[in-house]
């Protein structure tokens, strides 16, 4: 299958301070990325679908300028955290797909995030 | 919104048994994934079972879909310890993202 890494795979910031997170596709490319959010022992729930050279789309209830996606290129895609509060700890996972190619997607190896 | 619902939450079996999970889903598919994600890990892709499938094997998985009462399974038979993780189902509908259901959380014991 295709492979997509995260980066960085953890990471700990202080409160008020932005974290970005990379997420490529290395040997596709990706049209359209993913970004999930999972708090532990729940599922993965979807943030926002974002597609090359276009604005994300942002689930409801989801903010866009807290969560601020960019998907510059069909092989990588950030999703920066701004203004990070302690609530905004959690495991982020991307994912990638190129939906004339496949029909799954793939995933990257998610990002645990530490606010203090 | 979530749409996949894994039942049952927790499941805790003896190494060598059989673990069924099943998932049921609220709106018409393409298609089904079953996904594995070991605690605090990325998610690897088990197996992908289309709308117009019943059942697939791979390995020691088998999954079945049934569309009419829109919920599927996942066996693993002969389980091992290292078995042990959540297990996923994602619902996908054309190009749409996959949403997952809630997870059922396996505990294979020595």
């Known amino acids: 299958g295709a492979v997509v890494s995260q980066h960085p795979s953890w990471v700990i910031c202080k409160s008020g301070t932005s974290v970005k997170i990379e997420c490529r596709s290395l040997d596709f490319q990706a049209t359209t990325m993913f970004w999930y959010r999972q708090f532990p022992k729940q599922s993965l729930m979807l943030m926002a679908t974002?597609?090359?050279?276009?604005?994300?789309?942002?689930e409801q209830g989801v903010e866009k300028d807290k969560f601020l996606i960019n998907h510059a290129s069909l092989t990588l895609s950030t999703l920066t955290v701004t203004s990070a509060h302690p609530e905004d700890s959690s495991f982020y996972i991307c994912s990638a797909r190129n939906n004339l190619v496949y029909t799954e997607a793939f995933f990257g190896q998610g990002t645990r995030l530490t606010v203090v | 919104s979530q749409q996949g619902e894994e039942d049952p939450q927790a499941l805790s079996i003896q190494e060598g048994e059989n673990a069924t999970m099943n998932c049921s889903y609220k709106?018409?598919?393409?298609?089904l994934q079953w996904y594995r994600q070991n605690s605090g890990r990325g998610l690897v892709h088990l197996i992908l079972?289309?709308?117009?499938?019943r059942e697939k094997h791979s390995g020691r998985l088998r999954v079945t879909l049934d569309t009419s009462k829109k919920s599927s399974s996942l066996l693993i038979t002969a389980s091992r310890a290292a078995d042990t993780a959540s297990y996923f189902c994602a619902t996908q509908s054309g190009n749409t993202p996959l949403v997952f259901g809630k997870g059922t959380r396996l505990s294979v014991i020595a």
């Open positions: 709106t018409s598919i393409n298609n």
């Open positions: 079972i289309r709308s117009n499938e």
């Open positions: 974002s597609n090359e050279g276009s604005k994300a789309t942002y």
